[in-house]
């Protein structure tokens, strides 16, 4: 067996494109904008895979196994690593990767917040060119705002979330500022960014995704692959501009 799509798409997500080892680190994003980043990063397991592997630990289900407590984001090169039987084990016990994983997916959302500040309209603009390709759709949908607690409570959403949204809500004044200058020329534009994470937002639903794996796998399509912490965190700021004006989630 090995992890779903959408747990590696999470993991990739929450490691920042980035091995977690750190004495490595590289970034596993591929250059241009075909690849995609699971296909280079590997969803290594922490507690062995199978009979034989490094760290294989019988009393536990493949479900368990496969689950993204048990995962870790690595290049090739130290997934081999911790993965060689002798070595591996020994340099990199079960508690050890837990350690790197959960400090290295904290220091990825710290660079994920910080970036915020970076975000202006050139961020923006290379986070949302993808949009003039969506076709717009005529919902009519409203344009209402509520309490931001209500929402994130009614979305189900944790911690790490709050802490994208409330970091995201400081350049929403300048994301809509943006959405305005760009619909003087295209005035379609704001249908057709709502229609391009509409539809995303319905197949994750459709998936069966929901709180915060649903709030994170939006982010990590929000961010297009992009390489720059500054355009990723502009693709998030997009994201959690339309959270707050109930465009997309539940309202
Ligand atoms: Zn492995
Ligand atoms: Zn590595």
């Known amino acids: 067996m090995s992890a779903t799509y959408p747990t590696k798409l999470l993991l990739a997500f929450r490691s920042g494109d980035k091995c977690a080892l750190p004495s490595c680190g590289r970034q596993l994003t591929p250059d241009g904008?075909?690849?995609?980043?699971?296909?280079?990063?590997?969803?290594?397991h922490i507690e062995g895979e199978h009979e034989g592997a490094a760290?294989?630990?019988?009393?536990?289900s493949d479900v368990e196994r496969d689950h993204y407590n048990n995962l870790i984001y690595l290049c090739g090169v130290c997934h081999d690593i911790i993965?060689?039987?002798?070595?591996?084990?020994?340099?990199?016990?079960?508690?050890?990767?837990?350690?790197?994983?959960?400090?290295?997916?904290?220091?990825v959302r710290q660079a994920m917040a910080d970036a915020f500040a970076d975000v202006g309209f050139p961020e923006l603009e290379e986070a949302t060119q993808w949009i003039l390709t969506i076709q717009p759709e005529q919902s009519g949908q409203d344009f209402l705002l509520i309490a931001p607690e209500d929402k994130l409570r009614k979305n189900d959403?944790?911690?790490?979330?709050?802490?994208?949204i409330t970091i995201g809500l400081s350049v929403a004044r300048d994301v809509g500022a943006y959405i305005e200058s760009i619909s003087q020329t295209e005035p379609d534009f704001p249908e057709r960014?709502?229609?391009?994470?509409?539809?995303?937002?319905?197949?994750?639903?459709h998936e069966g995704q929901t709180g915060d794996d649903l709030f994170d796998l939006m982010c990590s399509f929000a961010q297009r692959g992009f390489e720059?912490?500054?355009?990723?965190?502009?693709?998030?700021?997009?994201?959690?501009?339309?959270?707050?004006?109930?465009?997309?989630?539940?309202?």
């Open 83 to 107: 993965d060689d039987r002798a070595q591996g084990e020994h340099d990199y016990p079960i508690e050890r990767l837990q350690e790197i994983k959960t400090d290295h997916e904290r220091k």
């Open 55 to 60: 760290r294989y630990n019988a009393s536990m």
């Open 157 to 164: 959403l944790g911690q790490d979330s709050r802490a994208v």
């Open 193 to 205: 960014l709502k229609a391009g994470f509409l539809s995303e937002y319905y197949r994750l639903i």
């Open 33 to 44: 904008d075909s690849g995609n980043p699971i296909n280079v990063g590997k969803a290594a």
């Open 228 to 251: 720059r912490q500054a355009q990723r965190s502009a693709g998030l700021s997009v994201l959690v501009y339309l959270f707050e004006s109930c465009e997309v989630f539940e309202k």
